[in-house]
């Protein structure tokens, strides 16, 4: 429950939703941001919790009607694609893809399933194609460092005859392809432009940089896809960049966000960022970002939703203080804060008591701000607790809070708040 009586919370979503009284504020912030107004292109979203995301050693495999939901809400987020799984890892695998793709049918989101560059892997999601009646994208990997195939024993022409060959199966099944490089943030130039190469001569529509072991840099990231439409342009062929980023470093969603701004024109993230070792690029706060920068505008009050879901699905819960969707991402019980959004409040303000003391206005995602009262409280927090929870803030009241909260270790219950005032 949030802290605000029903009229302001009205309010609140009257003014949030109003764009002219937006735009009237607009003033009250000075944006330092230039993304918000160096974007233009259209950007999509490939969400990869499905596939990359279940890869999380701590993650557990939702049944087909759970990862059924989530498929919903990640189309209700407009969400253009999501991959849903590798065939070519075993018969439940294939079942849930096929159940997925089926129900994607009728759905605005379309289905992608990760092979091997090897025919094996792509046969499977052809006959899923086959039988779904509706095209299922192929994302062909291969791994493209020297890192990687030293370790395989591995050598460039074999690597770039299995692209070819499994790039041109999967489109003569009539499945559009893209083609994946693995490990492309630690592979050589000349790798990769005959690994690209090869995949546009034999009928790749889309290119994937991938970010595999989280090793870039936004610096990495920028002269990487420059690099790599170069190789597009070379060739004279309008071909999708894709980019998919892992977080080692911590630098998913900032890299995600550079390689837009370099001209990718699909981003892939998962839920909350779960994934393989230390996860991806968190597609929630992509999403946050991209609507915050103007890049998309959409209803987003479905994304508590999903994030909570995955978390669930997936059996892995997220801090208290993860961004937005925390517990304690728009709470606060420090008394300078609080003092500025009560008094926010009391004007009846709501846009303003939602971004006062805050980047993000909790009102986009159905959200709200709430007082707390603590050791670090003062007046106002106490009197704005005890008003909502319908006592009387008198002096004498607010004294015996202050009392109590200031020799607590932590923030106190609206309970224990209202009790301390009546002791
Ligand atoms: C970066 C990523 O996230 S890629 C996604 C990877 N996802 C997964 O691995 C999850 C599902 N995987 C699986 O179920 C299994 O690993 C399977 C069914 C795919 C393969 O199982 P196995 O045949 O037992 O092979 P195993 O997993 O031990 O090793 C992987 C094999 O794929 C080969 N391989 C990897 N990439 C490619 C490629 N692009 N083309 C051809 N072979 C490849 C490896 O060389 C290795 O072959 P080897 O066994 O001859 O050495
Ligand atoms: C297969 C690709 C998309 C991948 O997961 C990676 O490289 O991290």
Redesign the pocket.
């Known amino acids: 429950m949030g802290i605000l009586p029903e009229s302001e919370a009205k309010n609140m979503t009257q003014v949030n939703g109003n764009s002219d009284v937006t735009a009237e504020r607009e003033g009250l912030i000075h944006d330092w941001n230039e993304e918000s107004t160096g974007w233009t292109s259209e950007i999509q979203l490939n969400d990869e919790t499905l596939?990359?995301g279940l890869?999380s050693p701590s993650a557990l495999d939702p049944d087909l009607g759970t990862k059924i939901e989530l498929v919903h809400l990640m189309d209700q987020l407009g969400i253009n694609t999501a991959n849903i799984g590798?065939p070519?890892?075993?018969e439940r695998?294939r079942d849930h893809i096929l159940g997925l793709a089926t129900e994607m049918r009728g759905l605005s989101i379309t289905p992608n399933v990760?092979c091997?560059?090897?025919i094996g892997?792509i046969e499977p999601a052809a006959e899923i194609q086959q039988k779904v009646g509706a095209p299922v994208e192929i994302c062909?990997?291969?791994?493209s460092s020297p890192i990687r195939f030293y370790t395989?024993n591995?050598e460039v022409e074999k690597?770039v005859q299995?692209?070819s060959e499994?790039v041109a199966f999967a489109v003569k099944e009539e499945m559009p392809v893209m083609f994946v490089t693995?490990?492309t943030t630690r592979a050589n130039p000349e790798t990769l432009r005959a690994l690209y190469g090869a995949a546009i001569d034999a009928g790749a529509t889309r290119l994937c940089i991938?970010d595999?072991c989280g090793h870039a840099s936004p610096t990495g990231v920028r002269k990487l896809i420059r690099f790599v439409k170069g190789i597009a342009e070379e060739k004279g062929v309008d071909v999708g960049i894709d980019w998919h980023g892992h977080r080692d470093r911590g630098l998913g969603l900032i890299n995600a966000l550079v390689a837009i701004e370099a001209g990718a024109t699909r981003i892939h993230g998962t839920a909350l960022g779960i994934g393989?070792r230390a996860g991806n690029t968190e597609m929630d706060l992509l999403i946050v970002n991209l609507a915050l920068t103007h890049w998309i505008d959409r209803d987003l009050t479905a994304l508590g939703t999903y994030v909570q879901k995955a978390s669930d699905a997936i059996g892995i819960p997220f801090p208290d203080n993860y961004p937005v969707f925390g517990s304690d991402a728009f709470e606060t019980a420090t008394g300078v804060h609080a003092a500025a959004v009560v008094k926010a409040f009391r004007k009846g303000d709501a846009w303003l008591a939602d971004r006062v003391y805050s980047g993000v206005p909790a009102g986009m995602f159905g959200l709200e701000q709430k007082i707390l009262v603590g050791p670090m409280s003062g007046k106002s927090n106490v009197s704005w607790v005890l008003e909502k929870n319908g006592v009387e803030a008198t002096d004498e009241r607010i004294q015996r809070v202050l009392e109590v909260a200031k020799r607590s270790k932590h923030n106190l219950s609206d309970a224990e708040v209202v009790a301390a005032a009546a002791s």
């Open positions: 596939r990359d890869q590798l070519g890892a075993g695998a990760a091997r560059t090897m892997d062909a990997f291969i791994g395989e591995w690597m299995l692209s499994a693995e490990d991938c595999t393989e």
